[in-house]
């Protein structure tokens, strides 16, 4: 055998080992489900991906087609939508029959309950009105004991008290949910029973008439709520088949390929905690208490004094409940189906609100309910639609034209009272030491509220500024978050002052806390001078030692100016200040010429 013939038959021998060996390899269309079994159906081995994540094969019972994804088990099947469109009228027809023979008989007693709710509110009103009277006239008596000449002076002071009083009295009657509810399903008679105050033991002989009648008001009131919470009771396996009828709905709309929202709910964390609700409550009662146990007490100067402090103090204590109340059902206000679903704010809402109410400082309330506003604005002009641009900064027109409209408002009523304002400064300036009393007791009540007015106007005004500032994309998001941080405390520290101010009793405190706003004021307009001075002058010293470096003696005075302004401190007065402004004018005057 020559070469070439071994060459050849070498060749052959190693196409018959390689064939043998792929043959025996695996190929793409290797058969799956196959049997040994001859005649069996078999199919490829493929998968298909369902739109859940499911993956599927081909089915030999299926004749080889995909097996169907979970979700649409419905689809493929023509009579299994049919059957299940009609377990959902079904469904429908059941809650229809349970909800309307459970409204049959909670109708009456809602209708009962809002009449005795009612009657016990007036009741309650008269009641605390009757000890408002009271103790404005026994307080204004030991304040006025040797002023015999001076009645209108205590009548003013008597008037002004009552008032004072009566915010806190009207607060606490007023419940905390509403008498008739949206949702005949959802009244809640232990909501109910929380939105009501209890009438206090007799500690005093005053008043006992309207006590009387508010007791037993209460007492009907409650037994209204007993009914309505008994057949809830009765009701229970209905109202708990409803929700089971549901939720059963909810699986065969998305079996049928639908989606539909069985009821606009709230939001769990929108509801005010019970703790809360409790401790307003309970600060009410302590506060009626006070009052009576002051008119209990004897004459003096010094019980007169010490009512005053404590009540002051309890009734501190209420406004900050009442401020983190308000807090959270402003956040109970933005539609909950259309809230933005930004995970950074809805975090930064839920950490806020915890700190809130956990916070006790009064200063610290005032600053976290202060950014809560801002981060809910965000989130209702976020879940309006507002992504664009344009669309964004139209919602920002709309919350400002808002604002501009409160602060048209405000403006009327300031200007209302302003002439008498003007009138009682003359006149106050003008009496002599023995009147200044009687006529800042007469004039009080008209200062309270020109002050809280004008205090209303510069919150909102603030407010306007941060939708401007937030709407604004050619400031740098640092740059703006430090300016609305700056913002926001001030809005805090002018709602600090208005808290102040409704703890004001007597004619002095009103004048004391006026005079804490005013000062708040003042330092809030130097430290903005401050600010602005201080980036004018240092960008003026510094153009002057680009462009005029040769210049020695204008090099020195902005050289001094600039030493000057980074003297000024928070404690610098607004003279000083405006004083060191006039040399920055006389400067940069200079550099003009």
Known sequence: MNKGSKIGMVVVLCFCILGTIYAQEPTDDLLVHASVNAGDVVCTMEVMMCPDGTAVSRRPELNCEFAPCPEHIADSIEVDRELCEQEILEINSMVKEITERYEAQLKPLLADYNTKHSLYLKAREDFLRCLNQKVASKITANMMVS?????????????????????????????????????????????????????????????????????????????????????????????????????????????????????????????????????????????????????????????????LTKYQEAKEQHILILEKIDSINKHCEIPQLDLCQDQEIITAIEDLKKQLLAETDKAKIYELKAKLDNYYLKQKICGSGATGRETKTSAYKTQISDLQGDIIETDKAITAVKPSIEEFKVEYKNAGQERKAEVLASNSERLFIHTREILDKRIAELKEKILRIESEQSIATEQKQSIIDGLTKRIAELELNKSNLELAMTPDDVKKSINEARKTETKAIAQNKRATLYESTHKLGSIIKKHFPSNVELNEKAKQLTEKVDTLTEQSSISEINNVIEEYRKLKSELNK
Request: charged share 30%.
């Open 147 to 307: 002023a015999i000449g001076n009645s209108s002076k205590a009548q003013a002071t008597k008037n002004m008290i009552e008032e004072r009083l009566a915010i806190d009295s009207k607060a606490g009657a007023i419940p905390s949910t509403s008498s008739v509810a949206s949702d005949i399903l959802s009244v809640d008679p232990d909501a109910l029973s929380r939105s009501i105050i209890a009438i206090p033991e007799t500690v005093s002989e005053s008043c006992n008439d309207e006590r009387a009648k508010a007791k037993l008001a209460y007492t009907e009131l409650s037994l209204e709520i007993a009914k309505i919470r008994e057949l809830k009771q009765s009701n229970s396996p209905d109202l708990e088949q409803i929700g089971t009828l549901n939720e059963r709905k909810q699986e065969l709309l998305k079996v049928c390929g639908e989606t539909q929202n069985i009821a606009n709910t709230k939001n769990k964390d929108c509801a005010v905690p019970d703790k809360l609700i409790t401790e307003e409550q309970r600060l009410v009662k302590e506060m009626t208490t006070i009052q009576e146990e002051y008119l209990k007490a004897s004459d003096s100067r010094e019980i007169n004094n010490e009512f």
